[in-house]
């Protein structure tokens, strides 16, 4: 498994995340048997949600708890990621002081944990007061409750909003990218083609702007085809892409989803793939293609492949 120290921080982290947003329904063994897949195929790092679950608040990270009893030793092992800032009432967003505060409490008694490795702010707030997110880092972090912060789904400006009054480094920045959803990569590649829809720039530089301030790129539904509509992978919408992804795969001895996690690990930003299955053998599809490092020719094949513009 490809490992990386994630920046700002001291903690080695792997390329693949097993995201858990999917397990409330499952039964203790299923959860164990996803976990320990995780475990042996060196992915050490948890993904959660404050709104995962059927439950208004903390549905899977209680799941998550009760079905594997980690002791402190193992927990200790592993990195837990959640998020905060969604209500589910409405929806709407809040990054107040007072919600995000009461938010890490339930995260913390829901998952059996004294300390959060990394919190979020999961998507932004309109309504955003950044001298509140600054004061409830500051209580987290002197109470020994996070140990590290970031964001998803956040632009640059909205990031640059906040560390003018946020001391703590923003480490992550969580957002939607797979094969045929990447406009954070391919927008570049058409810079100054004016008649072609992929030259406008919808991400104001946010790939280009967390390379240079050091911010980790986590990568959700890295099989979707696009914003919740559905897999590419086997999809007949896809032929071509498809195509190339099957022989590549049979190249290097790995399956589909190993390729579609390694287009993403090849990108020098280091990026994190986050997964969404509660399947074990994508997670060690996945984890097998972290290892994979994909030529230049190929990367780019599987790029045109996807439909995305090679000037």
């Known amino acids: 498994m490809k490992t990386f120290t994630l920046s700002g921080t001291?903690?080695?982290v792997p390329a693949v995340v097993a995201g858990m947003m999917r397990i409330q329904e499952l039964p203790d063994a299923d959860v164990r048997v996803l976990?320990?897949?995780?475990?042996e195929a060196g992915i050490d790092f948890f993904d959660h949600a404050d709104i995962y679950g059927s439950d208004p608040?903390?549905?899977?990270?209680?799941?998550?708890?009760?079905?594997l009893?980690?002791?402190?030793?193992e927990r200790s092992e592993i990195v837990l990621q959640t998020k905060a800032g969604i209500v589910k009432d409405g929806p709407y967003f809040d990054f107040s002081h007072d919600h995000l505060v009461e938010q890490v409490d339930g995260s913390l008694a829901a998952l059996g944990t004294d300390y959060l490795d990394i919190l979020l702010?999961?998507?932004?707030?309109?309504?955003v007061e950044p001298e509140e997110v600054a004061r409830a880092f500051d209580e987290l972090s002197?109470?020994?409750?996070?140990?590290?912060?970031?964001?998803?789904?956040?632009?640059?400006?909205?990031?640059e909003l906040l560390k003018r009054s946020v001391d703590q480094p923003l480490v992550v920045n969580q957002v939607q990218l797979s094969i045929t959803h990447a406009p954070l990569v391919t927008q570049g590649l058409a810079m100054n083609m004016a008649t072609l829809d992929q030259s406008v720039d919808r991400t104001l530089g946010t790939l280009d702007y967390c390379r240079l301030h050091d911010i980790t790129l986590q990568a959700w539904s890295p099989y979707q085809a696009g914003f919740f509509n559905g897999p590419f992978l086997g999809n007949p919408d896809y032929p071509e892409l498809n195509a190339v992804i099957d022989r590549l795969a049979a190249k290097?001895?790995?399956e589909p989803e190993g390729i579609a996690a390694a287009w993403i690990t090849r990108h020098p930003a280091r990026m994190q793939v986050v997964l969404g299955t509660t399947t074990p053998a994508r997670v060690r599809a996945a984890a097998a293609g972290s290892d994979v490092v994909l030529t230049r020719p190929e990367w780019y094949e599987l790029t045109r492949a996807a439909g995305h513009t090679i000037p």
């Open 10 to 12: 001291d903690l080695v």
């Open 35 to 39: 976990y320990d897949t995780a475990r």
């Open 57 to 67: 608040f903390h549905g899977c990270e209680r799941r998550f708890a009760q079905a």
């Open 69 to 73: 009893q980690l002791s402190a030793a």
């Open 121 to 127: 702010l999961h998507r932004p707030d309109a309504l």
């Open 142 to 159: 002197a109470a020994g409750k996070v140990r590290h912060f970031g964001v998803s789904n956040h632009t640059p400006g909205q990031i």
């Open 252 to 254: 290097y001895g790995v």
